[in-house]
């Protein structure tokens, strides 16, 4: 078997890890990756699986073009387009890793307010996450359980809530729950107060995203019409003066 085919063969694998790495795959799996199987022991979604399979493909990289140059010449090569491969590809971030930051982040409001519903009925905080938790579902739910348990088992409001520190926007729930254990403050109004910011924090970004999508939509219509405007409108103009001139 030549080196070239070799090569082949390796960027081909590493085009299919990229691909099934990067979550084009159908939505029912991808739908296990983000929400646990209550049947396992686990969720199916590992946080590693992508920096695994980027290192796979960061060599599989540099395999092919080591095999491609050959001698001392491809060694150097395939070195440096393993390291360029590894670098590039962690700073990609995976279909799968953001989804569940999106859905994190929209459920985020909802479950404030479900919580602070829970407090208002009398339910202890430990008790009114893990209820939030099983109602809710999905990603935010896995975390807001872990809340739940560590709270129950006798953890500090500050072990507890810090699950829920990499989602976008719960630093202000996050520190309200720690202010009001350490105070005995309410917490329902505050987590209201914090689901009503983040919703007018969301319908802003929204305006802006549309508004800035009617700039890019007009950006190609101008691009089509300045050269059309031009073959039509200007150079038989400029050819009949210089016809007239010549």
């Known amino acids: 078997m030549s080196r070239q085919v070799v090569a082949a063969v390796c960027l081909a694998g590493a085009a299919s890890l990229l691909v099934v790495a990067g979550g084009v795959v159908r939505p029912a799996r991808r739908l296990r990756r983000l929400v646990p199987d209550p049947r396992r022991a686990g969720p199916t979604w590992r946080p590693g699986w992508w920096p695994d399979r980027v290192r796979v493909v960061a060599v599989l ?85 872990r809340v739940g348990r560590t709270l129950g088992l006798g953890g500090s409001a500050t072990e507890a809530w810090a699950h829920l520190r990499p989602v976008l926007g719960a630093e202000s729930l996050v520190g309200a729950a720690i202010r009001s254990s350490n105070s005995g403050a309410a917490l329902a109004g505050a987590l209201t107060r914090l689901a009503d910011d983040l919703r007018a924090e969301r319908s802003t970004a929204a305006e ?7 700039v890019l ?30």
Not at 208 to 214: D, K, L, N, T
Not at 218 to 246: H, K, R, S, Y
């Open 61 to 145: 990289a540099g395999t092919a073009a080591s095999l491609l140059l050959g001698g001392w010449a491809g060694l150097l090569a395939g070195l440096l387009a393993g390291v360029a491969a590894d670098r590039l590809l962690r700073r990609i971030e995976p279909r799968a890793v953001r989804d569940r930051r999106l859905r994190e982040t929209a459920d985020l409001p909802l479950a404030a307010d479900l919580l602070a519903a829970a407090l208002r009925a009398g339910a202890p905080v430990d008790r009114s996450a893990l209820a939030v938790a099983e109602a809710l579902g999905g990603p935010l739910a896995d975390r807001l359980g």
């Open 217 to 246: 939509i007009v950006l190609p219509l101008g691009l089509c019409f300045l050269p059309a405007f031009i073959l039509a409108g200007l150079v038989p103009v400029i050819v009949a003066v210089l016809g007239d001139v010549l």
């Open 208 to 214: 802006a995203s549309a508004r800035r999508a009617g």
